[in-house]
Nanobody
Framework: QVQLVESGGGLVQAGGSLRLSCAAA????????MGWFRQAPEKERQFVAF????????YYDDSVKGRFTISRDNAKNTLYLQMNSLKPEDTAVYYC????????????????WGQGTQVTVSS
């Protein structure tokens, strides 16, 4: 069992930056690969970024590649998402998840989710 709490969301102008955090508690954080997803109003939850348990491998959706960076600090049981050059289309609720198995870009590969943090980018 893993509990996840996201933070760091907010309102930012286009071109600005935010850093999201996802604090984990419960099971051993370093055992798990992790991902970030986002959900805009009236849309399905969408894959954003993925990182392996040791941070050695990362994957990104094409829409954020070159602008977002996923990272983790296993000593602090925390996952991060650095978001630069934000665009209005990045507006969504952002969720972190613990991957259990399956394709890293699919929601159903993740066993646990946080409650989400709102990111709003104004034009």
């Amino acid at each position: 069992q893993v509990q996840l709490v996201e933070s760091g969301g907010g309102l930012v102008q286009a071109g600005g930056s935010l850093r999201l955090s996802c604090a984990a508690a419960g099971d051993t954080f370093s055992n798990y690969a992790m991902g970030w997803f986002r959900q805009a109003p009236e849309k399905e939850r969408q894959f954003v970024a993925f990182i392996t348990w040791d941070g050695g491998t990362t994957y990104y959706d094409d829409s954020v590649k070159g602008r977002f960076t996923i990272s983790r600090d296993n000593a602090k049981n925390t996952l991060y998402l650095q978001m630069n050059s934000l665009k209005p289309e990045d507006t969504a609720v952002y969720y972190c998840g613990v991957r259990g198995g399956g394709a890293y870009y699919r929601q159903n590969a993740y066993d646990y989710w946080g409650q989400g943090t709102q990111v709003t980018v104004s034009s």
